[in-house]
């Protein structure tokens, strides 16, 4: 038997791999399928199964395409409406895979038809949980998302939540390995541990929310404080993995299409799409389209696509690095951002050589920032996330979190100039692209965000540890 978790950073989101004697099973795979298919055939083996543990809401599953690939059935839990052909597992329905045997337990809360897969060796000991995002390590998944489905509230699924955890895994032994959805960073839930994989007796034991003297009504207060909304483009994505959706193949051939600079700024002005420059910051600090907007690869970028664009069906022209172009569409094609038109032929420096007109981004140091705080009072934004900015923050900054920059506009200066941070650049250059591009131009950002700010000397209030807040 083996076990392989296909871990995607960017997303905070594992699949998995589970191999025996020449049969393989796939759970919550990506969009590309192409790795999962390479897997199987360096081990020559045959996908027999591909298992979702519930109807993903921050990613678009890879569902469809492996089972037009491989002719492999698409398993879901209880509950479970696609419009796809389908097995609908009963609660306890056992699905054999070489040597070993993986049980649906249906685990409803996250959603009404999240389920867990729990795997047997060839001994029939439980060996591991597939928990989807009913159990993370650190937490458990948010019981918001799904209450739009019906007259459910979000306390009566975190009801829900809490009689799965307790009648179908807190039962399991402790030496059962966990195998979550979700790692840290993800929207999916709130404190998730930065490890992808654990036993299920330790996060027992440190687990808030597995706590053996806890009521429902603690489990409902605890796990429905402090969530914040949810992403705008999560329902999009929900409905894409119940009803299909176009294939990758499509969608890299369009999104890849190479456009002159003339072509493209006719691209720009007659479909409305939105410019979006995915360099690494320093570089769209320097030159970029004028009402671009800056969400680079070399950070969560797809999130912050889903997050800050929000409707999937937005047409997207490119500007990336060289030899950057597949990897963009297929980031933004897997939170459900299929309509890419194409990209810059040449980069930015084509866009430059033909003397079309660009804007830039004032930058600072935080050597220089502390130096001109101490001549000037000028206001300072903090667009991290508000946990962040009640722990440690400058003195005097106001709370403008990236996540709802948009609700924050009005407080921005109209003609006087002011400062923009977050924790290290990426997110305070994202906010200064948002920002240009509705005409507020008056903004310095600072390089290095609040960690280098701390370093220069910038006076901080006292420092709180978040996990008290």
């Given at each position: 038997m083996k076990i392989e978790q296909i871990y995607t950073g960017c997303l905070a989101q594992g699949a998995y791999y589970i191999e025996s004697k020449g049969e393989v099973a796939i759970i919550d795979p990506l969009r590309e399928v192409k790795p999962y298919l390479d897997r199987a055939k360096l081990d020559d083996a045959k996908i027999k199964y591909i298992f979702e543990t519930h109807f993903h809401a921050d990613f678009v599953s890879g569902h469809v395409t492996l089972a037009k690939e491989t002719g492999a059935p698409i398993i879901y839990g209880p509950n479970a409406n696609p419009s796809f052909d389908a097995i609908i597992a009963k609660d306890g329905q056992e699905f054999e895979l070489g040597d070993v045997t993986i049980i649906a337990l249906h685990?409803?809360?996250?959603?009404?038809?999240?389920?867990?897969?729990?795997?047997?060796?060839?001994?029939?000991?439980?060996?591991?949980?597939?928990?989807?995002?009913?159990?993370?390590?650190?937490?458990?998944?948010?019981?918001?998302?799904?209450?739009?489905?019906?007259?459910?509230t979000e306390r009566d699924l975190a009801g829900f939540l809490y009689d799965?955890?307790?009648?179908?895994?807190?039962?399991?032994?402790?030496?059962?390995?966990?195998?979550?959805?979700?790692?840290?960073?993800?929207?999916?839930?709130?404190?998730?541990?930065?490890?992808?994989?654990?036993?299920?007796?330790?996060?027992?034991?440190?687990?808030?929310?597995?706590?053996?003297?806890?009521?429902?009504?603690?489990?409902?207060?605890?796990?429905?404080?402090?969530?914040?909304?949810?992403?705008?483009?999560?329902?999009?994505?929900?409905?894409?993995?119940?009803?299909?959706?176009e294939d990758i193949q499509d969608v890299l051939k369009r999104g890849t299409q190479a456009l002159s600079p003339q072509a493209f700024e006719a691209a720009a002005n007659e479909t409305g799409a939105i410019v979006l420059?995915?360099?690494?910051?320093?570089?769209?600090?320097?030159?970029?389209?004028?009402?671009?907007?800056?969400?680079?690869?070399?950070?969560?970028?797809?999130?912050?696509?889903?997050?800050?664009?929000a409707d999937v069906k937005q047409p997207i022209l490119l500007v990336t690095e060289p030899g950057k172009e597949e990897e963009a569409v297929t980031r933004l094609s897997r939170v459900g951002f299929d309509n890419t038109l194409g990209y810059l032929k040449g980069g930015f420096d084509a866009w430059k050589k033909e003397?079309?007109?660009?804007?830039?981004?004032?930058?600072?140091?935080?050597?220089?920032?502390?130096?001109?705080?101490?001549?000037?009072?000028?206001?300072?934004?903090?667009?991290?996330?508000?946990?962040?900015?009640?722990?440690?923050?400058?003195k005097d900054a106001?709370?403008?979190?990236?996540?709802?920059?948009?609700?924050?506009?009005?407080e921005f200066?109209?003609?006087?100039?002011?400062?923009?941070?977050?924790?290290?650049?990426?997110?305070?250059?994202?906010?200064?692209?948002?920002?240009?591009?509705?005409?507020?131009?008056?903004?310095?950002?600072v390089k290095g965000g609040f960690k280098a700010i701390k370093e220069a000397g910038v006076p901080v209030t006292d420092f709180v540890c978040p996990t008290t807040l």
């Amino acid at each position: 038997m083996k076990i392989e978790q296909i871990y995607t950073g960017c997303l905070a989101q594992g699949a998995y791999y589970i191999e025996s004697k020449g049969e393989v099973a796939i759970i919550d795979p990506l969009r590309e399928v192409k790795p999962y298919l390479d897997r199987a055939k360096l081990d020559d083996a045959k996908i027999k199964y591909i298992f979702e543990t519930h109807f993903h809401a921050d990613f678009v599953s890879g569902h469809v395409t492996l089972a037009k690939e491989t002719g492999a059935p698409i398993i879901y839990g209880p509950n479970a409406n696609p419009s796809f052909d389908a097995i609908i597992a009963k609660d306890g329905q056992e699905f054999e895979l070489g040597d070993v045997t993986i049980i649906a337990l249906h685990t409803p809360g996250h959603t009404m038809e999240s389920t867990t897969y729990l795997l047997k060796d060839k001994d029939g000991k439980d060996h591991a949980i597939f928990s989807g995002d009913t159990l993370f390590l650190g937490d458990v998944g948010r019981p918001d998302l799904a209450q739009k489905m019906g007259e459910l509230t979000e306390r009566d699924l975190a009801g829900f939540l809490y009689d799965s955890l307790r009648t179908k895994i807190m039962p399991l032994a402790d030496d059962v390995t966990v195998y979550p959805a979700h790692g840290a960073g993800s929207a999916c839930g709130k404190n998730m541990m930065k490890e992808t994989v654990d036993t299920l007796g330790n996060q027992k034991q440190m687990n808030y929310a597995l706590r053996a003297d806890m009521t429902k009504e603690e489990f409902i207060n605890e796990v429905i404080d402090g969530l914040l909304p949810p992403p705008q483009y999560f329902p999009l994505n929900v409905k894409m993995n119940k009803e299909g959706y176009e294939d990758i193949q499509d969608v890299l051939k369009r999104g890849t299409q190479a456009l002159s600079p003339q072509a493209f700024e006719a691209a720009a002005n007659e479909t409305g799409a939105i410019v979006l420059d995915v360099r690494h910051q320093d570089e769209f600090a320097k030159g970029h389209i004028p009402r671009s907007i800056f969400i680079g690869l070399k950070g969560g970028f797809a999130p912050w696509v889903g997050a800050l664009i929000a409707d999937v069906k937005q047409p997207i022209l490119l500007v990336t690095e060289p030899g950057k172009e597949e990897e963009a569409v297929t980031r933004l094609s897997r939170v459900g951002f299929d309509n890419t038109l194409g990209y810059l032929k040449g980069g930015f420096d084509a866009w430059k050589k033909e003397a079309l007109e660009y804007d830039t981004v004032s930058s600072i140091t935080a050597a220089q920032f502390k130096s001109d705080l101490e001549k000037s009072k000028k206001p300072v934004y903090d667009v991290r996330k508000e946990s962040e900015y009640l722990s440690e923050r400058v003195k005097d900054a106001h709370l403008t979190p990236l996540d709802f920059l948009n609700n924050h506009l009005a407080e921005f200066p109209e003609n006087d100039t002011f400062y923009v941070h977050c924790a290290g650049g990426y997110r305070s250059m994202i906010a200064a692209s948002i920002l240009k591009s509705r005409g507020i131009h008056n903004l310095i950002d600072v390089k290095g965000g609040f960690k280098a700010i701390k370093e220069a000397g910038v006076p901080v209030t006292d420092f709180v540890c978040p996990t008290t807040l």
